[in-house]
């Protein structure tokens, strides 16, 4: 009978390992913009951490790693409520500490009564600005690697999260340059020993990150394993370890200058000028208005059909401007740059002094130009 239990406890753990492992990203999001690669080393059947990357918005990544104190399966049960919590919480618009004070309010009510904690460092990358707004509950720093050899830290900035209620979480924002590479990890990794109770240490950790700074993310992942497992040899675990690198590649085709918001608001007011009787006119705005509309869903193809026929019809240089420059903006958004790029200068030549039009036509010219690089080097 005892035997029995013991084998549905282990057949029990042995699936709940299985699931944690599950809960890992296999994938990651905006794989034009970043590469990234991780590992979890549990202490035991069950771990306590969890890192994770996922969208939040078309220009948004969310960057997370959790350290739940404890192991075990209380610990893996808590990481679950973490990653559901994250990512139910983590909108468009939020601020990383207004996103990890909604979490902790959700930790807090379901597991306050156990006085149970976790660290956790929670990232809104936006790929747009090349920004990292970060709020870190006391969780190890973030190493942040840049290309010439440069580290920031990102210290801790906030309490730990599940302790109490009200705390007052806060965030801070740096900017990030293509090729700068991020760490995250926990701290079992730098608290690792080896038979001799030797301690792997921060230093040890950081001459490893520099001396790899040029493998690719993937790479540093299995040489960071084969180094703990050289350092620790058979030595027992005494604390989870994970690990992820993501390198910071950028945007390679930066954002056009264009206020669909605006044009809806104008287009409006000139619908409300435009006299009732001229039908031809009205329909005219009304119709750009609808392909304004239609943008604003990024539904490209449509809005360029409505467009493309109301530009047979657009005679006034200030009808032919709107036109083009919202066909120019369509056919950016459906990634036809050169398309874009011709239908812009035609824009330029109605108004050759508008620095918007100048700055679009030298972003869309960037665009091409790393494309053309890019066909020629296969």
């Not at 309010?105 to 990232?123: N, P």
């Not at 995250?184 to 730098?190: F, S, V």
């Not at 040489?223 to 370890?241: G, R, V, Y």
Request: with cysteine; net charge negative.
């Amino acid at each position: 009978m005892v035997n029995e239990k013991g084998r549905t406890v282990k057949l029990d753990l042995e699936i709940a390992r299985k699931i944690q492992f599950s809960m890992m990203p296999k994938e990651f999001p905006f794989q034009d913009f970043l590469e990234a690669s991780g590992f979890c080393l549990p202490m035991a059947e069950l771990g306590g951490d969890y890192y994770d990357i996922f969208k939040i918005s078309e220009q948004e990544a969310g960057i997370l790693m959790v350290d739940v104190c404890g192991h075990g399966v209380a610990a893996a049960l808590i990481t679950a409520v973490a990653k559901i919590s994250f990512r139910n919480h983590a909108k468009s618009g939020l601020s990383a500490s207004d996103i990890m004070n909604r979490v902790n309010s959700d930790i807090y009510r379901t597991l306050g009564e156990f006085k149970i904690h976790l660290t956790a460092v929670f990232c809104v990358l936006d790929l747009n600005n090349n920004t990292l707004e970060y709020c870190n509950a006391g969780h190890s720093e973030v190493l942040v690697l840049s290309a010439d050899g440069e580290t920031r830290t990102l210290e801790a900035n906030s309490f730990f999260v599940g302790v109490m209620e009200d705390v007052q979480f806060h965030s801070s924002t740096i900017d990030l340059n293509p090729g700068d590479r991020l760490v995250l990890y926990t701290k079992g990794i730098p608290e690792a020993r080896n038979p001799d109770e030797g301690i792997y240490s921060f230093s040890h950790f950081m001459d490893f990150l520099q001396k790899h700074r040029s493998q690719p993310v993937a790479k540093l992942t299995r040489l960071m394993i084969d180094d703990l497992n050289t350092f620790c040899k058979s030595h027992e675990k005494k604390d989870d370890q994970t690990f992820l690198a993501i390198d910071f590649m950028g945007n390679p085709y930066p954002q056009l200058i264009f206020d669909l918001n605006l044009m809806e608001k104008i287009q409006k007011h000139r619908i409300d000028l435009t006299s009732k009787d001229d039908e031809k006119f009205l329909y005219f705005e009304e119709e750009v208005l609808k392909a304004i509309h239609v943008l604003q869903d990024a539904n490209c193809s449509e809005a360029i059909e409505i467009l493309s026929t109301l530009e047979q019809d657009a005679n006034r240089n200030e009808d032919k401007y709107k036109i083009w420059s919202l066909l120019g903006y369509a056919h950016y958004l459906n990634k036809n740059y050169l398309l874009s790029l011709k239908i812009w200068k035609q824009a330029a030549k109605l108004f050759p002094f508008n620095d918007t039009i100048n700055s679009n036509l030298q972003i869309l010219e960037k665009i091409n130009r790393k494309i053309h690089r890019e066909i020629f080097l296969r």
